[in-house]
């Protein structure tokens, strides 16, 4: 069965489009950000995708929504017990009480969240979110420099914030990118394929033929790490039995 790919933009909502030898279409909504992927035939066109798309998006719609309701529902207490991820690898959380300043340490296979007692679990999961955010601002900015280099553009500005359905974004008149905080959480090959792949669309808006090409010469495995990243756990903690 021979299969091709393409990548279109239907309502704001970005497809990945896999062309293969079956009759009819197929279309899939995927944790944890909600990646739609449609498997077509490989006579239909472009625009015969997006009408097909365009007829189910009240079904895609709700299964996002779905989605991010699943992931709220799996937001814990911030105790220890509990687990988390750290660049892809599952660390034990460990809650230590005591006077001091709040800080966070990594011990092993566990994350240590040291804290004032009776914290509430908003302000232990706010100390922990900034700790994220500065594991991201360590690396991106070497990321961000080799990938200048290698497509010979600037990135002026780059921001980290929470997002619900994107890994990341850019504006091509700005050259401005922002990214994901809980890409911290992933494996560092996937920040590294979300740097290149929003910096490309300073030469391309859309996922096209000319955007794959594009992510094939400078990211061949691209696909392998965004497959990773789109299949890595939804819930950002969950117990340990």
């Known amino acids: 069965m021979s299969t091709a790919n393409a990548y279109l933009t239907v309502r704001g909502i970005d497809i990945d489009v896999v062309y293969k030898d079956i009759k009819h279409v197929h279309i899939g909504v995927y944790p944890p950000a909600g990646r739609v992927r449609v ?43 509990e687990t988390h991820y750290v660049w892809g690898m599952r660390k034990r959380l460990k809650v230590a009480e005591g006077p001091g300043r709040a800080h966070v ?37 070497l990321l961000i420099s080799k990938w200048e280099s290698e497509l010979s553009v600037t990135v002026p500005k780059w ?11 850019c504006n091509r008149e700005t050259h401005h990118l922002w990214f994901n905080v809980e890409l911290a959480k992933k494996h560092p090959n996937c920040l590294e394929y979300i740097v290149v792949h929003e910096m490309m669309h300073y030469f391309e808006r859309n996922h096209g033929d000319a955007f794959t090409k594009l992510m094939d010469q400078h990211l061949p495995d691209w ?9 890595a756990p939804l819930a950002e903690e969950e117990w340990l039995h």
């Open 39 to 81: 498997a077509a035939p490989t006579r239909l066109d472009d625009d015969q995708i997006r009408l097909a798309v365009v007829q189910r998006l009240p079904w895609i719609r709700r299964q996002r929504k779905e989605l991010r309701n699943a992931e709220r529902q799996t937001t814990r207490e911030m105790v220890t017990g």
């Open 105 to 141: 340490e990594l011990d092993g296979d566990r994350i240590v969240l040291y804290m004032a007692p009776e914290t509430t679990s908003e302000q232990r999961r706010g100390h922990l979110d900034r700790w994220y955010r500065e594991q991201l601002r360590s690396e991106l900015p």
């Open 159 to 169: 921001t980290i914030r929470k997002m619900k359905t994107k890994w990341g974004s």
């Open 223 to 231: 696909r392998m790490r965004r497959d990773e990243l789109n299949g």
